[in-house]
């Protein structure tokens, strides 16, 4: 009789997640990644949740928080429920205003002061496509200027599948028009007729790793000379950006550039960054 009731009961319990339990579920994610699922996200936060739990064969959403919440087990299994919860939606060339400004005065004025090597990240960078378009600006403007300086870029994700997605460099072939022709002729590698990948010598420039931005401080990530956080804060609470923002601006070099999405931060402002007024972009440079 309790064996007959109880998948019976745990339908139920799959079926609805109550406030209280949404509640523990918000509170998790936001402790651990930053991320805010607001109230009228709750459908999203259920079904991702759901279908991992008929996958891993768990039957109520309380006693699966719980097993997550524990360590061993329960950090392997969030290490794969994380990547449910996050959104990666992304583009190359994302937000066009960001890299021009890196393109046509940022990087021109660097090299002008005779910096010799550029280390950028790109911090929150789900499949890899602005790491990449990062690399194709930052190669194709320090070839312009006789290509002798070194460059690294450092792109990294809270997914680990996210991650190792990204470092496939592999992309479906409708994606090319995404990369202006600019670049496409000189950086992409048709890889038979539907995908397509980046060129060996830009693949060496981009290392990808695992990073928690809520750890970032512990990261062996300094003396950045750019910093690329496009779409990642829109999900975290207005506190939470404005003491993040504050930890990127202490990792910059002196002239470094932080480039925020437009409109993910209002009114936030650091004693050692200037504003760079260019149209259409939040970003803010290092002075010393
Ligand atoms: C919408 S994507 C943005 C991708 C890219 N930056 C862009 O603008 O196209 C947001 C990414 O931020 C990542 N993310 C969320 N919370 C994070 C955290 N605490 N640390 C690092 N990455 C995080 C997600 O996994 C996701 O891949």
Known sequence: MVAALTPHADALALAGMDDAVFARWVALLEQRTGVVVAPQRKPFLVSAVRARMREVGHGNFVQYLEHISAPGAGAVEWATLVDRLTVHETRFFRHPPSFELIRQRWLPERMAAGSSTLHAWSVGCASGEEAWSLA?????????????????????????????????AQYPRARLEEIPALYRADYVEMQGEAAFTLIASLRKRVAF??????????????????????????????????????GLAGLLEPHGLLLIGPGEITGWSHPALTRVAWQGTLAYQRRS
Do not use: W
């Not at 990261?219 to 003491?243: D, T």
């Open 209 to 246: 790793a695992r990073v928690n931005l809520l750890e970032a401080a512990a990261a062996p990530l300094q003396r950045l000379n750019l910093i690329f956080c496009q779409n990642v804060l829109i999900y975290f609470s207005r506190e939470r950006r404005r003491e993040l923002l504050d």
């Open 136 to 168: 194709m600006v930052l190669h194709q403007g320090l070839l312009g200027h006789g290509g002798k300086q070194h460059f690294g870029v450092t792109a990294s994700d809270v997914s680990a599948a996210a991650v190792a997605s990204a470092r496939t």
